[in-house]
């Protein structure tokens, strides 16, 4: 199983942009998707999440800002992120937990895309 995050780059203050994850192998079902971030000298944290029926959650310092979605048939995650701020700039991680494959039952992360907010 790999993940395969795109989307990032460099945007002004208040600008938008939107990540996407694609999971890719034999996979039968994934029960978790979500985005995590890190920034320089700071603790991974978990962005938002959205499990497979669509329920979400959103760290406070995002909500009413980014919007996550998938596509369940796509094995896709996506982060829109509107109003940016600075404090966003961070490498951005996809995650998929509780991958269901024909040999395994796993959790995966793809290799970080980097959101830098900046004028």
């Known amino acids: 199983v790999q993940l395969q995050a795109s989307g990032g780059g460099l945007v002004q203050p208040g600008g938008s942009l939107r990540l996407s994850c694609a999971a890719s192998?034999?996979?039968?079902?994934?029960?978790?998707m979500g985005w995590f971030r890190q920034a320089p000298g700071k603790q991974r944290e978990l962005v938002a999440r959205?499990?497979?029926?669509?329920?979400?959650y959103y760290r406070d310092s995002v909500k009413g800002r980014f919007t996550i979605s998938r596509d369940n048939a796509k094995n896709t995650v996506y982060l829109e992120m509107n109003s940016l701020k600075p404090e966003d700039t961070a490498v951005y991680y996809c995650?998929?937990?509780?991958?269901?494959?024909?040999?395994?039952?796993?959790?995966?992360w793809g290799q970080g895309t980097l959101v830098t907010v900046s004028s």
């Open positions: 192998g034999s996979i039968f079902s994934i029960n978790t």
């Open positions: 995650n998929a937990d509780h991958v269901s494959t024909s040999t395994s039952i796993g959790n995966y």
């Open positions: 959205i499990s497979s029926g669509g329920n979400t």
